[in-house]
């Protein structure tokens, strides 16, 4: 079966220029619109394409952590070789710039079984190479999960100080990797930090923990490291985690807080408040404390989950915030989801493509004449107009975009993510 729509790169042309005209009519400049769509990065997750489970040389089984990614296509990545492969082919369908980040646990010691606390730049060599071959930069995230130290659901506000120093170590570990990543790039890298700490059930003291928080990052986040400013550090908190229902230490009152309070960015992650929540709204709560924030696109479905990104409404909404409160150069997008109940490379080239429509969507939003209706006070006019956006040709536009990244447009990306699938992934067994 051929997915491709059949469109000349002519036919594409002339339904893009039609499309033009009728968005110059409401004074919206297409060409800016491409222009600009196509250079914000948005950093590809490695966690996807192996089913979060890192390629740390260790010598026991390990729990904890509150993730977990069902299904089981065949296929996934099963070597950080292999793992390069899959997000190199994502990203040769994908318009636009993109990043890869990386969890620690995806580290590369050989036969060495290096401990977390332990890891230093060396040990991330190979993805640096890989990234300025391709011209890929990079982000990273501490790994405060799937260890040892991490089962009985708590690592950075942990009541055993021991434990705690542990995972301290590992934080300002990953910082130095991030910042050896900043520099090999010549650009920041983003060091993103999530804790699954939590109770499943009815804690008795939940202050204690957030103090023990505090200072543990406190003593993370000490200039007396060294760490230079190329090492971006946020802060993501969560709803709950699975094992962790009841209580998240940092949630995300508690790191909106800290962050502002540290001068660190805070992450907003969609698929980590309640799915009636609009994290959209967040955005103008946020930006006038927060020099910047770094958003992770992804979709709640009933529970405080991850799925795979579509063009919805939810993520419609999130960049048309960003658009309008003049803050793309304020933020960082990245994608957070793991879903292997489906081709893993599919979920990449969906999930990216949808957050990267959404931001041209927004950037093709008569954001200026809606703010002039509203000053007026022509209130039915400026809904109309936004109510007419939803129906403006903005299929056209994105195919340009496409046309102009030299990637599939339409649907024929999914012929080619089959062959991948027949020639690369089934031999994987």
Same mark, same amino acid.
């Given at each position: ?204 003291? /939940?202050?204690? @923990?957030?103090? #023990?928080?505090?200072?543990? $990052? !406190? ?7 060294? %760490? *230079? ?94 658009? /309008?409160?003049? @803050?793309?150069? #304020?933020?960082?997008?990245? $994608? !957070? ?7 893993? %490379? *599919? ?83």
């Amino acid at each position: 079966m051929s997915y491709d729509a059949s469109l000349t790169d002519i036919q594409i042309e002339d339904a893009y220029q039609a499309a033009k005209g009728r968005y110059a009519v409401i004074g919206v400049d297409t060409e800016a619109a491409l222009e600009r769509a196509a250079t914000l990065p948005i950093s590809l997750h490695c966690w996807q394409g192996d089913d979060v489970g890192g390629f740390e040389t260790k010598d026991e089984a390990v729990e904890g952590g509150g993730i977990m990614a069902t299904g089981n296509f065949p296929g996934k990545a099963r070597t950080a070789d292999e793992l390069r492969q899959d997000i190199k082919q994502a990203i040769d369908l994908l318009p636009g710039t993109q990043r890869a980040n990386l969890h620690a646990f995806y580290c590369e010691t050989g036969d060495d079984v290096v401990d977390r606390d332990a890891l230093e730049p060396k040990h991330f060599d190979r993805w640096m190479a890989w990234g300025q071959e391709h011209g890929i930069g990079l982000d990273f995230n501490p790994t405060y999960f799937a260890h040892p130290k991490a089962n009985d659901g708590y690592t950075l506000a942990h009541p055993d100080k021991a434990i705690r120093d542990f995972w301290i170590q590992h934080a300002v570990a990953s910082r130095r990797v991030a910042e050896a990543m900043a520099d090999a790039q010549a650009g920041d890298c983003v060091n993103n930090h999530w804790a699954p700490d939590g109770a499943k059930d009815h804690p008795s003291d /939940r202050l204690g @923990a957030r103090q #023990r928080l505090i200072e543990s $990052l !406190d003593t993370v986040f000490d200039a007396s490291h060294g %760490i *230079g400013p190329g090492c971006v550090d946020a802060l993501e908190g969560k709803l709950f985690g699975l094992g962790v229902e009841d209580y998240t230490v940092g949630s995300n009152d508690f790191y909106a807080n800290y962050a502002l309070s540290r001068d660190k960015v805070l992450c907003l992650d969609m698929g980590h408040f309640h799915p009636t929540e609009s994290v959209a709204d967040k955005i103008a709560a946020h930006l006038p404390f927060h020099k910047k924030l770094l958003i992770h696109t992804s979709r709640p479905i009933r529970w405080d989950s991850d799925h795979v990104v579509l063009f919805s409404d939810d993520v419609r909404n999130l960049f048309l915030e960003i658009v /309008r409160s003049n @803050a793309l150069d #304020r933020v960082y997008v990245g $994608l !957070d989801f793991f879903d292997a109940s489906i081709n893993r %490379i *599919g979920a990449y080239v969906i999930g990216t493509r949808a957050t990267r429509k959404a931001l041209l969507f927004a950037l093709l939003d008569p954001t200026a004449r809606l703010c002039e209706l509203e000053q007026e006070g022509k209130l039915a006019q400026k809904l109309g107009l936004m109510e007419d956006m939803k129906t403006m040709p903005f299929g056209p536009v994105w195919d340009m975009l496409c046309l102009q990244s030299d990637v599939p447009t339409g649907a024929s990306w999914i012929g080619e993510i089959e062959t991948y699938e027949r020639e690369v992934l089934a031999s994987r067994g």
